[in-house]
């Protein structure tokens, strides 16, 4: 397993952007996948993105054509770059390696103001 350190949560219009990063301390590239979840609270955690073998795969549901993810296997880094955000995008996002498997990190606040 590896640590993973999420950054670039914050708060944001509806309607606009965010780039989340995702910083590993060890090798990413033994992961087959590298994945983004979030968690609202009274919700279940759900997988919003993933990216395997550098194909950026958006889950079913509202994220889906908002959200990719990509990975920088060279800087160990994964990114989840949302547009289009919506009042039901705010919670908190969680970086995770081969579904959480290889590791989760500690999560950042994503916040939606409309």
């Known amino acids: 397993q590896v640590q993973l350190v999420e950054s670039g949560g914050g708060s944001v219009q509806a309607g606009g952007s965010l780039r989340l990063s995702c910083a590993a301390s060890?090798?990413?590239?033994?992961?087959?996948?590298m994945g983004w979840y979030r968690q609202a609270p009274g919700k279940q955690r759900e997988l919003v993105a993933a990216?395997?073998?550098?194909?950026?795969?958006a889950m079913e549901g509202s994220a889906k054509g908002r959200f990719t993810a990509s990975r920088d296997n060279a800087k160990n880094m994964v990114y989840l770059q949302m547009n289009s955000l919506k009042p039901e995008d705010p919670a908190v996002y969680y970086c995770?390696?081969?579904w959480g498997a290889g590791g989760w990190g500690q999560g950042t606040q994503v916040t939606v103001s409309s």
């Open positions: 995770a390696a081969d």
């Open positions: 060890g090798s990413i590239s033994q992961f087959n996948s």
């Open positions: 990216v395997t073998d550098g194909a950026s795969v």
